[in-house]
C-alpha cells in the first residue's frame, strides 16, 4: 500500500513537470534543455520556505533562509522561484538566437549550476543537500508517515495534476496557445505578422518553469530531502523522453509519458535488479540509459508525434452561412497620414560578408498602387523586401513607412504599423489548419495574450466569431472552403501561396510586401488573385510585388521597378521598360 | 609568479586536448550541420578501446591510435546509420540535437554497460620531467601539446591546399549548391564524419593520458568546455576553435589556481553564455 502511494506521488510529481515541458516544447516549440534546475528551484525553495533556520537542528546543515512558514506558503513560492529563475534565460531563447544553440546554452546551464550548488555548501547544503524539510500540515518530525497522511497527499497530488493540466488547456485552447504553436511552427514569419517572440517565449519559460517549479515542492514535501543527484541534467533527458513518446502538444500525452517513462521504466528496472541480486551493480543502470536513448531516436523515427498526437482543432464557419461578403466588423486600417508615399527606401544597403546583396537601392511605392519589382535572380529583390519587412537589418540607408522612420523597427513592430510581408519559400504554419493559420494572424484579438487567455473564452469569444467570419470570407474568395480544415503543412504548393496571401491579408495591412506570389500556382488562379489584389488597392491597399511572371506585371502593375546587382537599374511601366535596352540585357546576361 | 606559471603550464595541455576536440566538433558541424552532443561520449569510448588495446600489450601510442581508428568508425557509424537517415527526411536541427543527445546516452552507457563504471589507467610511464624556464612538464605532457599541434597544422594544410579540404568548405557554406558544382556532398560528409571522428577518438585517449584515471562518464564536463571554446571562436569555424580552445583551456586552469578548483569551469561556462547571448556568430565568425 505504502509503495502505492510513493508511486502515485511520483506520477503526480513527473506528470506536472512533463505537462509544464511539453508546454515549453510541445506547444511554444521552446527546447528547454535545463528544464531540470527549474524544478530543482521549486524544490531548494520549498524546502528553505518549510524549514526551521538552520541552526535549528543542531547545525548540521547549512542553507539560506530557513523560514519555517505553513503550507501553502512553501509550494506557491516554489511556482514563484521557477518562473522568476526563467527570466534571465530569455535572452537565451529570445529572438535571435538558433534554438539549437539556445538549447545547447540551456544544457550547459544545467550541468553548471548543479555543479556550483553541489560544490558551494552555504546556499544548499553542498553535495549533501537539505534533509528533513518538514511535511506540509504537519509538526514534529515523524507524523507525515501514518497511512491516512500518505494517502491524502496522494489524492492531493492529483488535484495538482489536474490543476495544472486545467491551466495549460485554458491558455494553448486559446488565441494565445494558436499564437504560440505559430510560433512552434515558424518563429520569423510569426515575427513577421507582428508577434512578438521574445515576450511569448519569455512566457512559455515563465510558465514552464513556475510548473516545474511546483512539481519540484510536491516532490521536497513528500520525500523531505533535496540534493545535486536527483537532478542532474540527465533527468531533463528522461523528461524529454516521456513528452516525446506521450505526444509533444499533446497535455494528455504528457500525463502518458509520465506514466510510462518516469514511472514505469524506473520501476521495472527496479523490479528486475531486486529479483536478480546476482547481475553486477551497473549494469542495469546503464542499459536503463541506453533504453532512453534507443527510445528517443526510435519514437522520433517512427512516431515523431508520439502516442497521443496533437489534437487538430477543427473550426467551422457559423451556422448563419450566406451572410453577405467580408463580415469584417469594424475596419482597423490605421490612419495614415496625407502623404502620397507610402513607403521610402534611401540608399539601404545590405552586405554579407563581403557580397552587396543590397547596394544602395532608392525607391518610393505610392498609395493605392500595386508595384511591381523585377529583376534576375540574384538581384536582390528578396533581400531588399526582407530589409524593408524587418526581417533583416539594413547595413545602412534609411527605410520610412507612412512619413514614419523605421529603419531600426523590428518586423513585429513594423506589422503592427500595417507593413506586412510574405516569403519567398513556403512559410505556412505546417501543423495549424488553413483556418487556424489566418486567425494566428489576426492582429489585436482579446484573446492572443497570456491574461486574455486566462480569462477564458467567454472573454475572447467575440473577437473570435468576427475572426472567424473573416477568415471564412477569405477561404472562400481563394476558393480553399475544402482545405479549410486541412494541415496547412499537407495542401499542395500553391495551395500553401494562396494560404500565405490569405494570411498576410488578415492582419489588415495598409502596404503587403509579396514575394513571388504567384510562384507555382495555375496562371488561371494567379490571375484571380491579381484581380483580388488589385481590387484591394483600389480600396486603398498599397501592395509591393516581386514575382517573375511578366504577364502578371504587364496585367496588373503600374510602375514596375527593375533591379540588378543590388541595385534599382530602371522605373516605369512594362510598356517603357521594353523599350530600354539596358533592362533587356539586364534580364538576358542575368 | 610560480603558481601561474604551473596554472599556465596546466591550461596549455588542457588547451591542447581541448582543440583537438574542439576542431573535430566544430568541422563536424560546420559540414554535417550536426551538433552532435554525443562527442563527448564517443571520445570516451574511444579511450575504453584504447585502454583495452593497450591491457592487451600494445604500448601506449600504438593504442592512440587504435582509439583514433575506434572514433572514426563509431562515429561515420553514427552517421550512416542515425544522424544521415534524419537528415535526408528534412528533420528539423533541434531534432538532431535531441537525437545526438539519445546517442551520447546510448554510447556514454553502452561503454559503461560493457566496461563497467569503475575508473582505469592506461600503462605507461610518464617520461622524464623537463623544466622549460619555470614551466614543469613532462615527455608525455610534451608529447600531447606536439601531437595537438600537428592536428593543427594538418586541419589548416587539409582545409587550404587539399580538394578535399575545399570539397568540406565548399559543403559547410553551401550544401546544395556544393552538389550542383558537382561535389560529391554526401561522399565528403561522409569522410569528414570519419575524419572528425578519428579526432574524436585521439582526443578521447589524449584527455585519458592527460587526467590519468577516467571512467565512462569523465567527459561530461567536457564536453561543456568543448563547446565554450566552440562558441567562443564561431560555431563551425576552425581557426575559431583553436583559438577559443586555448583561451579556455588557459582561463579553466588559471582561475583554478586563483579562485578554487571547485569552480574553474564556471569561467568557461560564463564565456559560453556571455557569447551566446551577445556574439552568437563567435569571436571569428560562424562558420569556416
Known amino acids: 500500500m505504502y509503495y502505492l502511494i510513493i508511486l502515485l506521488v511520483y506520477l503526480a510529481v513527473d506528470a506536472i513537470a512533463c505537462l509544464g515541458l511539453s508546454q515549453q516544447f510541445g506547444v511554444a516549440g521552446v527546447t528547454n534543455f535545463g528544464f531540470i534546475i527549474f524544478q530543482a528551484a521549486g524544490a531548494y525553495v520549498a524546502a528553505v520556505l518549510a524549514l526551521p533556520p538552520d541552526t535549528a537542528d543542531g547545525g548540521f546543515q547549512t542553507y539560506l533562509g530557513g523560514y519555517h512558514l505553513p503550507f501553502p506558503v512553501p509550494w506557491l513560492g516554489a511556482a514563484l522561484a521557477g518562473g522568476v529563475l526563467a527570466l534571465p534565460f530569455t535572452f537565451l531563447v529570445g529572438r535571435r538566437l538558433r534554438g539549437d544553440f539556445a538549447a545547447v546554452g540551456l544544457l550547459v546551464t544545467a550541468v553548471l549550476l548543479n555543479l556550483l550548488v553541489m560544490n558551494y555548501r552555504p546556499l544548499f547544503n553542498g553535495d549533501a543537500g537539505v534533509s528533513l524539510v518538514p511535511a506540509p500540515l504537519q509538526s514534529g518530525m515523524f507524523v507525515g508517515t501514518s497511512n491516512g497522511y500518505q494517502i491524502g497527499f496522494g489524492i492531493a497530488g492529483l488535484v495538482a495534476v489536474a490543476a495544472v493540466y486545467w491551466f495549460l488547456r485554458r491558455i494553448t485552447e486559446s488565441p494565445y496557445g494558436r499564437t504560440l504553436r505559430a510560433m512552434r511552427d515558424n518563429d520569423k514569419v510569426a515575427d513577421s505578422l507582428g508577434k512578438n517572440l521574445l515576450v511569448l517565449r519569455t512566457g512559455a519559460l515563465v510558465t514552464g518553469g513556475a510548473i516545474a517549479g511546483l512539481s519540484g515542492a510536491l516532490l521536497v514535501s513528500f520525500i523531505g530531502v533535496w540534493s545535486p543527484a536527483a537532478w542532474s541534467y540527465a533527468e531533463t533527458i528522461v523528461l524529454f523522453t516521456a513528452v516525446i513518446i506521450g505526444g509533444a502538444g499533446n497535455h494528455l500525452g504528457a500525463v502518458l509519458g509520465a506514466v510510462l517513462v518516469p514511472v514505469g521504466f524506473e520501476e521495472i528496472t527496479r523490479f528486475i535488479s531486486n529479483n536478480n541480486p546476482s547481475l553486477p551493480p551497473n549494469l542495469l543502470p546503464s542499459l536503463q540509459w541506453v533504453a532512453i536513448g534507443l527510445l528517443i531516436a526510435i519514437f522520433l523515427w517512427l512516431r515523431p508525434q508520439g502516442v497521443l498526437p496533437e489534437r487538430k482543432r477543427v473550426i467551422r464557419p457559423r451556422a448563419a452561412a450566406g451572410q453577405p461578403g467580408p463580415a469584417a466588423g469594424p475596419d482597423r486600417r490605421r490612419p495614415v497620414a496625407g502623404s502620397a508615399v507610402m513607403l521610402a527606401a534611401d540608399g539601404v544597403r545590405k552586405d554579407f560578408g563581403g557580397v552587396h546583396a543590397v547596394a544602395g537601392v532608392s525607391l518610393s511605392v505610392a498609395r493605392g498602387t500595386m508595384t511591381g519589382l523585377i529583376g534576375p535572380n540574384g538581384a536582390g529583390k528578396s533581400t531588399l523586401l526582407s530589409l524593408l519587412a524587418g526581417t533583416e537589418k539594413v547595413s545602412a540607408g534609411r527605410i520610412s513607412y507612412a512619413g514614419q522612420d523605421i529603419t531600426t523597427l523590428p518586423a513585429y513592430r513594423r506589422a503592427r504599423l500595417g507593413l506586412v510581408r510574405t516569403f519567398q519559400l513556403a512559410s505556412e504554419f505546417k501543423r495549424l489548419t488553413v483556418t487556424e493559420n489566418l486567425l494566428s494572424a489576426v492582429?489585436?484579438?482579446?484573446?492572443?495574450?497570456?491574461?486574455?487567455?486566462?480569462?477564458?473564452?467567454?472573454?475572447?469569444?467575440?473577437?473570435?466569431?468576427?475572426?472567424?467570419?473573416?477568415?471564412?470570407?477569405?477561404?472562400?474568395?481563394?476558393?480553399?472552403?475544402?482545405?479549410?480544415?486541412?494541415?496547412?503543412?499537407?495542401?499542395?504548393?500553391?495551395?500553401?501561396?494562396?494560404?500565405?496571401?490569405?494570411?498576410?491579408?488578415?492582419?489588415?495591412?495598409?502596404?503587403?510586401?509579396?514575394?513571388?506570389?504567384?510562384?507555382?500556382?495555375?496562371?488561371?488562379?494567379?490571375?484571380?488573385?491579381?484581380?483580388?489584389?488589385?481590387?484591394?488597392?483600389?480600396?486603398?491597399?498599397?501592395?509591393?510585388?516581386?514575382?517573375?511572371?511578366?504577364?502578371?506585371?504587364?496585367?496588373?502593375?503600374?510602375?514596375?521597378?527593375?533591379?540588378?546587382?543590388?541595385?534599382?537599374?530602371?522605373?516605369?511601366?512594362?510598356?517603357?521598360?521594353?523599350?530600354?535596352?539596358?533592362?533587356?540585357?539586364?534580364?538576358?546576361?542575368? | 609568479m610560480s603558481v601561474l606559471v604551473a596554472a599556465v603550464g596546466f591550461g596549455l595541455i588542457t588547451s591542447a586536448v581541448l582543440a583537438i576536440s574542439a576542431v573535430g566538433f566544430t568541422l563536424q558541424f560546420a559540414v554535417t550541420d550536426v551538433l552532435n552532443l554525443a562527442f563527448?561520449?564517443?571520445?570516451?569510448?574511444?579511450?575504453?578501446?584504447?585502454?583495452?588495446?593497450?591491457?592487451?600489450?600494445?604500448?601506449?601510442?600504438?593504442?592512440?591510435?587504435?582509439?583514433?581508428?575506434?572514433?572514426?568508425?563509431?562515429?561515420?557509424?553514427?552517421?550512416?546509420?542515425?544522424?544521415?537517415?534524419?537528415?535526408?527526411?528534412?528533420?528539423?536541427?533541434?531534432?538532431?540535437?535531441?537525437?545526438?543527445?539519445?546517442?551520447?546516452?546510448?554510447?556514454?552507457?553502452?561503454?559503461?554497460?560493457?566496461?563497467?563504471?569503475?575508473?582505469?589507467?592506461?600503462?605507461?610511464?610518464?617520461?622524464?620531467?623537463?623544466?622549460?624556464?619555470?614551466?614543469?612538464?613532462?615527455?608525455?605532457?610534451?608529447?600531447?601539446?606536439?601531437?595537438?599541434?600537428?592536428?593543427?597544422?594538418?586541419?589548416?594544410?587539409?582545409?587550404?591546399?587539399?580538394?578535399?579540404?575545399?570539397?568540406?568548405?565548399?559543403?559547410?557554406?553551401?550544401?546544395?549548391?556544393?552538389?550542383?558544382?558537382?561535389?560529391?556532398?554526401?561522399?565528403?560528409?561522409?569522410?569528414?564524419?570519419?575524419?572528425?571522428?578519428?579526432?574524436?577518438?585521439?582526443?578521447?585517449?589524449?584527455?585519458?593520458?592527460?587526467?590519468?584515471?577516467?571512467?565512462?562518464?569523465?567527459?561530461?564536463?567536457?564536453?561543456?568546455?568543448?563547446?565554450?571554446?566552440?562558441?567562443?571562436?564561431?560555431?563551425?569555424?576552425?581557426?575559431?576553435?583553436?583559438?577559443?580552445?586555448?583561451?579556455?583551456?588557459?582561463?579553466?586552469?588559471?582561475?583554478?589556481?586563483?579562485?578554487?578548483?571547485?569552480?574553474?569551469?564556471?569561467?568557461?561556462?560564463?564565456?559560453?553564455?556571455?557569447?551566446?547571448?551577445?556574439?552568437?556568430?563567435?569571436?571569428?565568425?560562424?562558420?569556416?
Open chain 1, 443 to 590: 492582429p489585436g484579438h482579446r484573446g492572443d495574450s497570456f491574461t486574455g487567455a486566462l480569462l477564458g473564452r467567454r472573454y475572447w469569444r467575440g473577437d473570435e466569431t468576427a475572426a472567424i467570419d473573416r477568415a471564412y470570407a477569405l477561404i472562400e474568395k481563394f476558393g480553399l472552403t475544402a482545405q479549410a480544415n486541412d494541415y496547412a503543412g499537407e495542401l499542395s504548393g500553391g495551395q500553401r501561396r494562396l494560404v500565405e496571401i490569405m494570411r498576410a491579408l488578415m492582419v489588415e495591412p495598409d502596404l503587403l510586401l509579396l514575394d513571388e506570389p504567384m510562384a507555382g500556382v495555375h496562371p488561371e488562379l494567379a490571375r484571380r488573385i491579381g484581380r483580388t489584389l488589385a481590387e484591394l488597392c483600389q480600396q486603398g491597399l498599397t501592395i509591393l510585388m516581386v514575382e517573375h511572371e511578366l504577364a502578371i506585371m504587364d496585367e496588373f502593375c503600374e510602375p514596375v521597378i527593375v533591379m540588378a546587382d543590388g541595385q534599382v537599374l530602371a522605373q516605369g511601366t512594362m510598356a517603357q521598360l521594353r523599350d530600354r535596352s539596358e533592362v533587356v540585357e539586364a534580364y538576358l546576361v542575368g
Open chain 2, 40 to 288: 563527448a561520449a564517443v571520445m570516451t569510448a574511444g579511450a575504453f578501446f584504447a585502454y583495452l588495446v593497450n591491457q592487451s600489450g600494445v604500448p601506449i601510442w600504438g593504442a592512440v591510435v587504435a582509439a583514433m581508428a575506434a572514433g572514426a568508425v563509431l562515429s561515420a557509424a553514427l552517421n550512416y546509420l542515425v544522424y544521415s537517415p534524419f537528415q535526408r527526411r528534412g528533420s528539423a536541427p533541434i531534432t538532431l540535437v535531441i537525437v545526438s543527445l539519445g546517442m551520447a546516452l546510448i554510447v556514454e552507457f553502452g561503454t559503461a554497460a560493457i566496461v563497467g563504471g569503475v575508473n582505469v589507467s592506461y600503462t605507461m610511464s610518464q617520461g622524464r620531467t623537463i623544466h622549460l624556464g619555470g614551466l614543469i612538464l613532462t615527455t608525455v605532457q610534451l608529447a600531447i601539446i606536439a601531437i595537438s599541434l600537428a592536428v593543427m597544422a594538418g586541419v589548416y594544410g587539409l582545409l587550404r591546399y587539399t580538394k578535399l579540404g575545399k570539397a568540406m568548405r565548399a559543403t559547410a557554406a553551401n550544401r546544395m549548391l556544393a552538389r550542383n558544382c558537382g561535389i560529391k556532398a554526401t561522399q565528403v560528409i561522409a569522410i569528414t564524419w570519419a575524419l572528425t571522428g578519428a579526432l574524436c577518438g585521439l582526443a578521447g585517449a589524449v584527455f585519458a593520458i592527460d587526467v590519468g584515471s577516467f571512467n565512462p562518464s569523465s567527459t561530461d564536463i567536457f564536453l561543456i568546455l568543448i563547446l565554450a571554446a566552440v562558441f567562443l571562436g564561431g560555431p563551425g569555424n576552425a581557426y575559431g576553435a583553436m583559438l577559443g580552445a586555448l583561451v579556455i583551456g588557459l582561463v579553466t586552469e588559471v582561475s583554478a589556481a586563483y579562485i578554487s578548483p571547485d569552480y574553474k569551469y564556471v569561467a568557461a561556462f560564463v564565456v559560453l553564455l556571455a557569447m551566446l547571448a551577445i556574439r552568437p556568430a563567435g569571436l571569428l565568425g560562424a562558420r569556416t
